[in-house]
Structures are given as structure tokens and as C-alpha cells.
């Protein structure tokens, strides 16, 4: 039987993909959990497979290839205010960066995640922020520059 990835599960493998040496005492404090629970969990997402170990990446530190880019534009009903949106970009670790923008979107976030089923549940977690009036969401093809 497959387990189901509960959210605390994904911000644990989106955290440590990020950094795989983040002590447990760090990453329990970004993701909410004790410090305990976090080892538990990383020790069941090893056995089930979903850690089958840990790398070294050399040069820059690029992300993985195999991530799922998307933009998502993000209008708010009050152009001027709006930091509590932005606050809670800011906990989401897929949210790589977020822009503010002029013209007929306020925010442009990006996302990067394992699976476009993780972007959903971003765009559908960010469209019922208070604050939010309304998303359009694109994925990105193919990078041709990345710096």
C-alpha cells in the first residue's frame, strides 16, 4: 500500500531538498513540527523510499531538472496593502520568488515543485488567501536561460 504524503511531509522533502544537512532542530522550527517528529518522519519517508539517500550537487547548486516550474499571477482586491499575502508566500517553500508588479497583475510568484499536482494545491491554497481576488496561473515549458 502507497502512503499518502500529508503536507508536513512535503515541506520536510521540499526543505531537505533544498539543504539535506539542515539539522532537525531548524527544519522542525520551519515546518511547525517538534524536533522528534521531524526525525520520525525522515526516518519513514527513508524506509518508504521516498529518501533513497542523500547527494552531493557541485557547482552553483541548481535545482533538480525534474522540477515543475509555474508563474502564478496574482491579483489583489486592494492594490496598496496586501502584506499578509505576502507573508504567507513567504512560508510556502516551493514560492521561490515573488515580484511585485505594475500594470494588470500585482504579484507574480514563482513556483518550483516536485509535481504539477503540488502547484495545484499552491495555486488553490494562494487563491483562497484573504486579500486574493483572483489567479492565473501558466507553467513554464522549457528554461533557455537560468542564472
Request: with cysteine.
Amino acid at each position: 500500500m502507497k502512503r499518502v504524503l500529508d503536507r508536513s511531509d512535503e515541506r520536510i522533502l521540499a526543505e531537505l531538498t533544498r539543504n539535506s544537512r539542515i539539522p532537525y532542530s531548524e527544519l522542525a522550527e520551519k515546518i511547525s513540527l517538534s524536533r522528534n517528529a521531524v526525525r520520525q518522519r525522515i526516518e519513514r519517508l527513508e524506509r518508504d523510499g521516498l529518501i533513497q539517500g542523500y547527494t552531493i550537487v557541485a557547482g552553483e547548486g541548481k535545482p533538480r531538472a525534474s522540477n515543475i516550474a509555474a508563474m502564478i499571477f496574482i491579483y489583489r482586491h486592494d492594490r496598496m496593502r496586501g502584506g499578509d499575502v505576502i507573508q504567507a508566500l513567504k512560508r510556502v517553500p516551493e514560492v521561490v520568488s515573488c515580484d511585485v508588479m505594475s500594470g494588470e497583475f500585482d504579484l507574480v510568484i514563482r513556483v518550483e515543485a516536485s509535481a504539477a499536482d503540488r502547484v495545484r494545491e499552491i495555486w488553490q491554497d494562494v487563491s483562497a488567501l484573504p486579500g486574493v481576488r483572483d489567479t492565473l496561473t501558466a507553467f513554464a515549458l522549457s528554461s533557455m536561460i537560468k542564472r
